[in-house]
């Protein structure tokens, strides 16, 4: 009778992924007197409470790595020992497939050190990890793998790039997602902005890229923590469609919101420390231009201001004036910003309803800063006395940098990995 494959026994003390398997100064494994070898590719798969979908994940990648790398790649299962045993179901597995390996933390918990316990143990030269509930589509492995072959440090499955998206998602959660991507970017923008899809858990990164470097994540975005202490020069991205869960149940409560916030401000301080304020690089020809268009927008927000609400017109209240004319200068914006200052982009998300994605982002973006651009001219006209003009000027002053930021991140998505000096 055949036993069963043991467990790999979860590393312990500081989360730090090495330079090489820990065991490769050796050549046999101690407790099998098995050759130990390299592989490229190391894939976690981090899991709990995936029982009703682990199997047929482990069978899907294999089939998918067998024809791509045969013998050149190994999964690791890291469960946090899970009620439903999704550790036990893939621990059955590994007899059936050698480049299975299965981890059963009992100690610890949360995906992100689950991803970098799985690093620790890893054979590979590039480190991955990919979801256990069937979201992220395995296909595309094969373009991340060809990214970081290219020469990528990083190779990010986005969800907001050509060929990305969202399947069923509700108006809610395609907000909290945005909000949360909004708030990386106020608070660490130079991490952040690196991306296009900061919160994606489905990657593959270059083992020295993040070798030897202590690893300090919180929650369920480890990706942040790649990019705020890894060595990470070139980026790449790749498009995938986020899938509807399959079976069991999304794990994304409040508290993940807390503890990515919590990450956030951790590596913010860290970064502080470290590398002292590192100031953020604007890309100057495209603010120019924004701003030339912003200027534009300037008159068009005053003529309308004039005509709705001074007495001499139709003497329309102050805040519902502003907001009529605040809302047709974001439309003369949007036009000339489409056309001019994001032109190169613009036309490689060529169609109208690529075009109208665009302009819902901009105004959310720019409607945001209209929230503060009211508050800020009624504190500066009621309460200060200022003239309404001048006032009015100085509140669009205060949020073009505002606009100008969210804009570049978001609705024409220009990152790190494109080119943001043109």
Same mark, same amino acid.
């Given at each position: 009778?055949?036993?069963?494959?043991?467990?790999?026994?979860?590393?312990?003390?500081?989360?730090?992924?090495?330079?090489?398997?820990?065991?490769?100064?050796?050549?046999?494994?101690?407790?099998?007197?098995? *050759?130990?070898?390299?592989?490229?590719?190391?894939?976690?798969?981090?899991? =709990?409470?995936?029982?009703?979908?682990?199997?047929?994940?482990?069978?899907?990648?294999?089939?998918l &790595?067998d024809?791509?790398?045969?013998g050149?790649?190994?999964?690791? /299962?890291?469960? %946090?020992?899970?009620?439903?045993?999704?550790?036990?179901?893939?621990?059955?597995?590994?007899?059936? =497939? *050698?480049?299975?390996?299965?981890?059963?933390?009992?100690?610890?918990?949360?995906?992100?050190?689950?991803?970098?316990?799985?690093?620790?143990?890893?054979?590979?030269?590039? +480190?991955?990890v990919?979801?256990?509930?069937?979201?992220?589509?395995?296909?595309?492995?094969?373009?991340?793998?060809?990214?970081?072959?290219?020469?990528?440090? !990083?190779?990010?499955?986005?969800?907001?790039?050509?060929?990305?998206?969202?399947?069923?998602?509700?108006?809610?959660?395609?907000?909290?997602?945005?909000?949360?991507?909004?708030?990386? @970017?106020?608070?660490? *923008?130079? /991490?952040?902005?690196?991306?296009?899809? *900061?919160?994606?858990?489905?990657?593959?990164?270059?083992?020295?890229?993040?070798?030897?470097?202590?690893?300090?994540?919180?929650?369920?975005?480890?990706l942040l923590?790649?990019?705020?202490?890894?060595?990470?020069?070139?980026?790449?991205?790749?498009?995938?469609?986020?899938?509807?869960?399959?079976?069991?149940?999304?794990?994304?409560?409040?508290?993940?919101?807390v503890?990515? !916030?919590?990450?956030?401000?951790?590596?913010?301080?860290?970064?502080?420390?470290?590398?002292?304020?590192?100031?953020?690089?604007?890309?100057?020809?495209?603010?120019?231009?924004?701003?030339?268009?912003? @200027?534009?927008?300037?008159?068009? %927000?005053?003529?309308? @201001?004039? +005509?709705?609400?001074?007495?001499?017109?139709?003497?329309?209240?102050?805040?519902?004036?502003?907001?009529?004319?605040?809302?047709?200068?974001?439309?003369?914006?949007?036009?000339?910003?489409?056309? #001019?200052?994001?032109g190169?982009?613009?036309?490689?998300?060529?169609? #109208?309803?690529?075009?109208?994605?665009?302009?819902?982002k901009?105004?959310?973006?720019?409607?945001?800063?209209?929230?503060?651009?009211?508050? &800020?001219?009624?504190? @500066?006209?009621?309460?200060?006395?200022?003239?309404?003009?001048?006032?009015?000027?100085?509140?669009?002053?205060?949020?073009?940098?505002?606009?100008? #930021?969210?804009? !570049?991140? !978001?609705? #024409?998505?220009?990152?790190?990995? %494109? %080119?943001?000096?043109?």
């Open positions: 009778m055949t036993s069963t494959p043991s467990l790999v026994h979860p590393p312990t003390g500081i989360l730090q992924v090495p330079a090489s398997h820990p065991e490769l100064a050796e050549p046999f494994d101690r407790a099998t007197s098995d *050759p130990i070898h390299l592989v490229k590719l190391s894939l976690v798969i981090p899991t =709990y409470q995936e029982g009703q979908s682990i199997q047929k994940m482990i069978q899907q990648l294999s089939h &790595l024809l791509m790398m045969p050149e790649y190994e999964l690791i /299962v890291v469960d %946090d020992d899970s009620p439903d045993r999704t550790w036990n179901l893939a621990q059955g597995m590994m007899a059936d =497939y *050698p480049q299975l390996q299965v981890m059963r933390r009992q100690q610890e918990r949360g995906l992100s050190t689950a991803v970098v316990r799985g690093w620790q143990v890893a054979r590979g030269s590039i +480190l991955g990919i979801d256990g509930d069937l979201q992220h589509p395995p296909q595309v492995l094969l373009k991340l793998l060809e990214t970081i072959e290219q020469g990528a440090d !990083l190779a990010v499955a986005s969800r907001h790039v050509d060929g990305g998206g969202v399947s069923e998602w509700s108006l809610v959660r395609r907000f909290l997602s945005r909000g949360a991507q909004v708030v990386g @970017l106020l608070i660490l *923008p130079d /991490v952040v902005g690196r991306v296009s899809d *900061p919160m994606s858990g489905y990657f593959m990164v270059r083992r020295s890229a993040i070798a030897n470097q202590p690893l300090s994540p919180v929650g369920y975005k480890v923590e790649v990019l705020g202490r890894g060595e990470i020069e070139q980026v790449a991205e790749v498009g995938y469609v986020f899938q509807e869960r399959q079976s069991g149940e999304s794990k994304v409560t409040w508290k993940q919101y503890d990515y !916030l919590r990450h956030l401000l951790r590596l913010r301080f860290d970064r502080n420390r470290r590398y002292g304020q590192r100031p953020v690089v604007v890309p100057l020809t495209r603010f120019f231009r924004f701003g030339i268009v912003g @200027l534009s927008g300037v008159f068009v %927000d005053m003529a309308i @201001l004039y +005509l709705l609400s001074d007495p001499t017109t139709l003497g329309w209240g102050l805040t519902r004036s502003k907001i009529i004319a605040s809302e047709l200068a974001i439309v003369n914006n949007f036009l000339w910003n489409d056309r #001019w200052t994001f190169d982009i613009s036309q490689q998300q060529k169609g #109208w309803s690529k075009r109208l994605k665009r302009f819902l901009f105004n959310l973006i720019c409607l945001a800063g209209l929230v503060l651009n009211v508050l &800020l001219l009624n504190l @500066l006209f009621n309460v200060f006395g200022l003239n309404r003009y001048v006032a009015n000027l100085l509140a669009i002053a205060a949020v073009t940098l505002w606009n100008f #930021w969210l804009n !570049l991140k !978001l609705s #024409w998505r220009v990152t790190d990995a %494109d %080119d943001l000096h043109s």
